[in-house]
């Protein structure tokens, strides 16, 4: 129920005006603040403060390597912050709002904590198509850093009750939207002169983004969120193109192979984007030993989802 707080003192609020007063006074007091986005969960704090965020980290136990997305409220804010290059105005103009993180080079002026970038020279920046960011960007003034959600390494949130099953009694406030409609996080790439690196495959497709410029794979080291090789992992082993279930294995179907859930029946890459998360939460409380998932093929948002399992799967 909104504000009442859950078994471990986190509060829930709803987005409306009450919600939204209570989480920008939590953000401006340096605080962190669950909130909804259209594609996962994100925990937030303004991205200028360095001690509020801190603790992002702390919540998360998420290493300090890992650097984080700032959310801006669109190209204006984000210009005084980073260099908007050409090809990034263009990228901008095509897919903002929207899932799609720029990391460009951060200008001398910007006041966003270093602690975001994680020591690197660069930003990460994205404008996020949801009311309830907007509405507290708008509310501080401010970039929010806002990275998933969840305890680093383990399954993102794309509804309140998967962020209280790791962050509860971490964190003082979660906006309940309800289910994220993206489920998955955005697409991240570095923009340089006349061409692109996908760090992250996400909710913009690779071929969509070829269409702009070049664009080739990032090489191992960590430039920003989700690279790290083993992330957003269930608590049970995870077999990857299982087409049925072995002994105590519970699984995560897509088309013809149905499962004890579905990513999404008719074989459709968007509903099983949106519906990922979920899924991998359902068979992580299920009574099975392990997990198994059905192929999923890698075409379009095919490349995000079998990259999230694929580190899913990873060893720890």
């Given amino acids: 129920m909104s504000g009442q707080p859950d078994l471990f003192g986190?509060?829930?609020?709803?987005?409306?005006?009450?919600?939204l007063a209570r989480a920008a006074a939590l953000l401006r007091a340096g605080e962190v603040v669950a909130l909804p986005t259209e594609t996962v969960y994100g925990l937030a704090a303004d991205a200028t403060n360095a001690e509020a965020v801190a603790r992002i980290y702390a919540a998360k136990g998420r290493p300090a390597f890992n650097p984080l997305i700032a959310h801006v409220s669109g190209v204006d804010m984000a210009?005084?912050?980073?260099?908007?290059?050409?090809?990034?105005?263009?990228?901008?103009?095509?897919?903002w709002p929207g899932p799609l993180t720029l990391v460009l080079p951060k200008r001398p002026e910007s006041t966003v904590a270093a602690i975001v970038t994680a020591g690197l020279p660069t930003l990460a920046v994205r404008c996020p198509d949801h009311p309830v960011p907007q509405a507290l960007i708008a509310a501080l003034g401010r970039p929010l850093a806002a990275p998933s959600a969840n305890a680093s390494g383990q399954i993102s949130a794309t509804r309140?009750?998967?962020v209280l099953k790791t962050l509860g009694g971490r964190i003082p406030l979660v906006i309940d939207c309800g289910a994220c409609r993206g489920g998955i996080e955005s697409t991240i790439v570095a923009v340089e002169a006349g061409r692109l690196r996908l760090l992250r495959p996400g909710g913009v497709p690779r071929?969509?983004?070829e269409a702009f410029a070049p664009l080739t794979l990032a090489g191992g080291r960590i430039e920003a969120p989700g690279m790290m090789e083993s992330h957003?992992?269930?608590?049970?082993?995870?077999?990857?193109?299982?087409e049925s279930a072995r002994a105590d294995e519970f699984l995560i179907g897509f088309g013809p192979v149905a499962g004890d859930v579905s990513l999404s029946p008719a074989g459709d890459p968007v509903e099983a984007a949106a519906r990922l998360f979920d899924c991998l939460h359902?068979?992580?409380?299920?009574?099975a030993r392990a997990i198994a998932v059905a192929p999923v093929p890698p075409e379009g948002l095919g490349a995000a989802i079998n990259d999230r399992l694929r580190r899913a799967a990873a060893p720890r």
């Fill in 10 to 19: 986190t509060e829930t609020a709803l987005p409306d005006a009450a919600g």
């Fill in 79 to 95: 210009a005084a912050h980073v260099e908007v290059t050409p090809l990034a105005r263009r990228l901008i103009d095509a897919f």
């Fill in 160 to 162: 309140a009750e998967h």
């Fill in 207 to 209: 071929e969509a983004l």
């Fill in 232 to 242: 957003y992992a269930p608590s049970k082993p995870l077999r990857l193109e299982a």
């Fill in 282 to 287: 359902a068979a992580d409380a299920s009574g």
